[in-house]
């Protein structure tokens, strides 16, 4: 096997993504990050490097153990990286995330910069 595989390819792979289309969509809309930085679809990835996805709000990171082209089996798949997400919080604390009364209206730039923090995506404060 090669020493890189795309990046898209290789979520689609170890079923990070249902399609490859909706992988390379992630890419393109900066939910994606290797190695810290924004990635492109067709960006290389190796064995022990970091990718942390953005998905429903929550950071997912992985570890390349092993880099796949085709899609395999569940089991093979999850052997493929190493899990080092954060613990999400329970269910019943996801809903009381954000939320608005019906009819405040539009939230305030204050208010909107409180609910980005809450998510986890506060941007760093500029100097």
């Not at 390819?9 to 249902?18: C, E, I, M």
């Not at 890419?27 to 942390?52: F, P, T, W, Y």
């Not at 089991?75 to 899990?83: E, H, M, R, W």
Request: hydrophobic share 40%; proline share 6%.
């Amino acid at each position: 096997m090669s020493g890189s595989v795309r990046i898209d390819s290789w979520l689609w792979a170890v079923r990070v993504y249902k399609t490859r289309s909706l992988a390379t969509q992630a890419c393109r809309a900066g939910h994606v990050r290797l190695n810290g930085q924004s990635a492109k679809a067709a960006q290389a990835i190796r064995v022990g490097d970091e990718v942390r996805i953005r998905i429903e709000g929550f950071d997912r990171v992985l570890i390349a153990k092993e880099l796949l082209v085709k899609r395999v089996s569940a089991p093979l798949a999850a052997a493929a990286y190493d899990d080092r997400s954060p613990e999400r919080p329970p269910r019943e604390f996801a809903g009381l995330l954000g939320l608005r009364d019906r009819g405040a209206g539009r939230p305030t730039k204050r208010d909107r910069r409180e609910l980005e923090r809450l998510r986890g995506r506060a941007l760093p404060p500029v100097p």
